[in-house]
């Protein structure tokens, strides 16, 4: 049986914009697990931003690859020379379950689940564990809101206007 809910029977309450930022700026070190070689992959753009635009400690967890960005990859949490403050978690479903267990297992403050995850028992689990939770929610688009860097696309442009560029000039 299935924990997934639709958007509209969600209980779980994630928390306020406040309290992300308070998880950020507390973190030291992120563990990306579920980090990808595939440039494609939402987990190695992230990668590439946290590496290269905020000061945490960026930890990537797969077992099955070895390196990415000249980063080495790690097999599993238990692995990595530090505890992680955030778990980010590039999952499926149905392995979150024993994302949450990984993360409590290795005493890390923060599970945070990306963009289109959310698992209601995970939520109760992770509460009961003590950690914070943050859920369907892109740590890199937060960071860089927080941090004044977000544009429409999802990255700063390094232009200030305030008028859209025109399609043609955009190409």
């Not at 690859?65 to 505890?83: C, F, H, M, N, S």
């Amino acid at each position: 049986m299935s924990e997934r809910t639709t958007p509209a029977g969600r209980t779980w309450q994630g928390p306020s914009p406040q309290q992300r930022l308070a998880i950020l700026r507390r973190a030291r070190s992120v563990a990306l697990v579920g980090a990808s070689d595939n440039p494609a992959r939402a987990s190695y753009f992230v990668a590439t931003y946290l590496l290269s635009s905020s000061s945490y400690t960026v930890y990537l967890v797969n077992p099955r690859i070895d390196e990415v960005l000249g980063q080495p990859v790690y097999d599993r949490l238990a692995d990595l020379p530090e505890t992680p403050d955030v778990v980010v978690a590039f999952r499926r479903h149905e392995d979150l379950p024993s994302v949450l267990d990984d993360a409590v297992a290795v005493g890390a403050g923060t599970l945070w689940l990306q963009l289109g995850l959310w698992h209601e028992g995970v939520a109760r689990d992770a509460e009961a564990a003590g950690l914070s939770l943050v859920m369907d929610r892109c740590i890199k688009i937060e960071h860089a809101r927080f941090a004044g860097g977000l544009h429409l696309a999802g990255f700063d442009t390094g232009v200030i206007d305030s008028h859209r560029a025109r399609r043609s000039e955009a190409l």
